[in-house]
């Protein structure tokens, strides 16, 4: 079963950078055919997808946030991170990790939130 788990401050101060990781087991991040995603959720507000990092290493951003996030792995230790740079109140959400296969996400992390505080 694959599983995966979202880690990192629930707490961050605007202007400052989130790093968030994310602990795959159950898979391979290498697995070919899978991606892995990192969603977010503001309160009262819909999902929106931030980005993934492909089996290959490739990354895919969000064009709205690929000025300050940055996506990458360590295959030693199957995980995933996530860095936000410069945040601001309205980046405060839930953060989601998943993986995906072609265009839809199939497993999902629990979520961890996160406040920025101005």
């Known amino acids: 079963q694959v599983q995966l788990q979202e880690s990192g401050p629930g707490l961050v101060k605007a202007s400052q950078t989130l790093s968030l990781t994310c602990t795959v087991s159950?898979?391979?991040?290498?697995?070919?055919?899978?991606?892995w995603s990192w969603i977010r959720q503001p309160p009262g507000s819909g999902l929106e997808w931030m980005g993934r990092?492909?089996?290959?290493?490739?990354?895919t951003v969000s064009p709205s946030l690929e000025s300050r996030t940055s996506i990458s792995r360590d295959t030693s230790k199957n995980q995933v991170f996530l860095r936000l740079n410069f945040v601001a109140p309205n980046d405060t959400a839930a953060y989601y990790c998943?993986?995906?296969?072609?265009?839809?996400?199939?497993?999902w992390g629990q979520g961890i939130q996160v406040t920025v505080s101005s």
């Open positions: 998943a993986r995906r296969i072609g265009n839809n996400e199939d497993y």
């Open positions: 159950g898979d391979s991040i290498t697995t070919k055919y899978y991606s």
């Open positions: 990092i492909s089996s290959d290493g490739t990354t």
